[in-house]
């Protein structure tokens, strides 16, 4: 299974984009990032839309399919870490094999997105930074690799 994250925004030097690498680097499944970015002056729903249209683009040109897109969603679902390890491992044995996860802008994602996506995964009420987000995801899954190993990386 190959992982994916798609993110509104340039990923920007420094520790958040270090973070991610570092995670990235560690895991034994492919892990891409894929940015996109509108650089027109979109405001609002405009902006929220477009962003939408872009990330749905750019799923579009992957190529691997079966794919499962998980929408970054404060109304999403929240899971402890050991639940999103099995998550990860039902989808692995259904043979998905591509999981992307989705970060929207600072509005969050357009309905057209959420709609898509065939899971809501939500990290908490709090609001995080969208750079830092990505560093979250790339951990859970790096740690989610080593529940599934049977790796005593986190006591469950």
Known sequence: MRLLLVAVGKAKPGPAAALFEDYRARSRLPLDLVEVEERRPLAGPALKRREGELLLAALARRTLKPRLM???DERGEALDTAAFAR???GWRDRGVAELAFVIGGADGLDPAVL???GFRLSL???TWPHQLVRGLIAEQLYRAQ???AGHPYHRA
Do not use: F, H, N, Y
């Open 115 to 117: 709609d898509a996506a």
């Open 87 to 89: 998550r990860l491992a």
């Open 124 to 126: 908490g009420p709090m």
């Open 146 to 148: 080593q529940i599934l």
């Open 70 to 72: 998980v929408a970054l």
